[in-house]
């Protein structure tokens, strides 16, 4: 049996970032790292972006095995044992610990449909796959048009493909963006040679030899070589609900990324739920910033910093040439404030509470401003135009 001081289960930046906090505070104590893909800890967001534009994929291991770490790769561990301080993995290795530190991240959404051979991208194996199939001409058709489909569908047409982007809100990233920037993304799209589907579900999937037939509830049919969904993911929490750990869309932990109720049992990234005061109630955060900053600072806290977390992570996307940041809760059905530069393609939107109070703020071709805009939401004053305009410049 493997013994440990430090259990992480999942390898992703999390993890990487988790070991990192680790070694801030105890630079010799056992680590071990037990995760179900077959790499190394990597950088996700390149997946989507710097990969698609030409960066080496080189450039996006995160180095773990220099911070002294014991990695089992291409390992699923499928029980724990909290009485005794150990886990086991689906080949019947046990693995013991002082500290356990789950990271389990998140599983990407399915359609209901018939879906075989339907790419949901999320890992270094779906992005090797994606890349060998795209081409001049390739007809690929993305699913959803959220955070992962529109930055799939801005790629892969940059890399020549004939993309069909299908999704069922009324605009590209709907759930974010106001109703007018989100028409006016569709558009734009479109302008980039995307078949921009709106408001339309995928009724099925079928194949005919190499070829897909994606027909929509609308009635429409898009033909395609290669189909790939981005429809979000849904946390990794059936571990910790058979150990009985608490979860409620997420594994709830306090300020230091403790497990509710359990000294040594710890969760980030993805899959954790954490309180945050600056908003007030809990979060559950699947960007690249809170995985970093999030993993970083509970890996400290399980040796022994005792800091509570109270960062307001932050999150950005590349869209063709149209970019943002944003930060705090971004949500569409919020009341907002929106100032512009220029309409549609460079301002500022700040999403308000009942109390016209700043809880998010989108920032459309505006950079730089991410710390200004989490002192805004921390400050818990109402927000007017001219705050808002006061970000642009």
Same mark, same amino acid.
């Given at each position: 049996m493997a013994e440990y001081r430090y259990l992480i289960v999942g390898g992703g930046m999390t993890a990487d970032a988790a070991c990192r906090g680790i070694r801030d505070h105890d630079a010799d104590g056992a680590i071990?790292?037990?995760?179900?893909?077959?790499?190394?800890?990597?950088?996700?967001?390149?997946?989507?972006?710097?990969?698609?534009?030409?960066?080496?994929?080189?450039?996006?291991?995160? @180095?773990?095995p220099g911070l002294g770490v014991d990695l089992t790769l291409g390992r699923r561990i499928v029980s724990l044992d909290l009485g005794k301080g150990t886990a086991t993995d689906e080949a019947d290795e046990t693995y013991s610990y002082e500290r356990l530190l789950l990271a389990t991240g998140g599983t990407p959404r399915t359609l209901p449909s018939g879906d075989e051979g339907v790419i949901y991208y999320r890992t270094l194996d779906h992005f090797r796959q994606l890349h060998a199939l795209a081409g001049e001409g390739v007809r690929v058709a993305v699913i959803g048009g959220g955070f992962i489909g529109s930055e799939l569908a801005a790629a892969l047409t940059t890399n020549g493909c004939a993309v069909t982007n299908v999704f069922p809100e009324v605009g590209?990233?709907?759930?974010?963006?106001?109703?007018?920037?989100?028409?006016?993304v569709n558009e734009y799209y479109r302008s980039k040679g995307v078949d921009v589907l709106p408001e339309e579900l995928v009724e099925s999937i079928s194949r005919d030899g190499d070829a897909f037939r994606v027909k929509t509830m609308g009635g429409r049919s898009v033909e395609a070589d290669a189909v790939v969904a981005g429809l979000g993911i849904v946390p990794r929490t059936d571990l910790a609900e058979q150990? @009985?750990?608490?979860?409620?869309? @997420?594994i709830l932990v306090d300020e230091y990324g403790r497990v509710q109720g359990h000294e040594n049992v710890f969760a980030a990234g993805d899959v954790a739920r954490f309180p945050v005061p600056a908003l007030g109630g809990s979060r559950r955060v699947e960007h690249e910033d809170h995985a970093n900053t999030h993993g970083r600072h509970v890996g400290a806290n399980m040796a022994g910093a005792h800091e509570p977390y109270d960062h307001l992570p932050f999150?950005?996307?590349?869209?063709?040439?149209?970019?943002?940041?944003?930060?705090?809760?971004?949500?569409?059905?919020?009341?907002?404030?929106?100032?512009?530069?220029?309409?549609?393609?460079?301002?500022?939107?700040?999403?308000?509470?009942?109390?016209?109070?700043?809880? @998010?703020w989108l920032l459309w071709d505006v950079w730089g401003k991410v710390d200004s805009a989490r002192d805004l939401i921390r400050a818990r004053q109402p927000v007017h135009g001219e705050i808002v305009r006061s970000l642009i410049d």
């Open positions: 071990g790292v037990v995760a179900e893909e077959e790499h190394e800890p990597y950088a996700r967001p390149p997946l989507s972006k710097a990969l698609w534009a030409g960066k080496d994929e080189n450039s996006i291991w995160r @180095g773990t590209i990233g709907a759930c974010l963006f106001p109703a007018e920037l989100s028409v006016f150990a @009985g750990l608490p979860v409620e869309d @997420g999150f950005y996307s590349d869209l063709f040439e149209l970019g943002y940041e944003a930060v705090g809760d971004v949500d569409s059905r919020l009341d907002t404030v929106v100032e512009w530069a220029e309409p549609n393609r460079k301002g500022v939107v700040c999403y308000v509470d009942g109390d016209s109070r700043a809880c @998010g």
